[in-house]
């Protein structure tokens, strides 16, 4: 009888065991996928900052068609490349703030939980 009743707590030790491990994963792939939604946003300064430095590009196509314009007593070619410097760097700011959003990484919550099932596992096996 002492034997059945061994058999039957290794038995639900293991399947306690593979229902957390799955719980585990589980967990994991949520908190990844919280993660990836949060790409989002900086996909979105991305693409605003791609906008931008097209538009950069049509000024300077627009200061070599309009060459001989005079804007505000400067020589066009000076106030088409002062533009461009003005859009590139609004382009490379949003740029660095979307890049500064993006985090991938390993989801720590899920690895740190995994850490205490396998501390408590070693417990409980310790106490036989």
């Known amino acids: 009888m002492k034997k059945q009743s061994v058999f039957a707590l290794a038995r639900q030790l293991v ?4 229902t957390l491990a799955k719980l ?15 790409l989002q946003g900086a996909a979105v300064l991305l693409g605003i900052a791609f906008g931008f430095v097209f538009a950069a590009l ?15 007593g400067l020589p ?14 609004l382009a490379a700011l949003l740029a660095w703030r979307g890049l500064r959003r993006i985090h991938v990484g390993a989801p720590e919550e899920t690895i740190a939980s995994v850490k205490e099932d396998m501390a408590w596992a070693r417990r409980l096996m310790r106490r036989d």
């Open 15 to 18: 399947s306690g065991f593979v």
């Open 24 to 38: 585990e994963f589980q967990h994991g792939r949520q908190e990844i996928g919280v993660m990836l939604a949060g």
């Open 58 to 72: 049509i000024t300077v196509v627009v200061a070599l068609i309009l060459g001989l314009a005079a804007l505000t």
């Open 76 to 89: 066009p070619w000076l106030m088409a490349v002062i533009v461009f410097v003005v859009l590139l760097s």
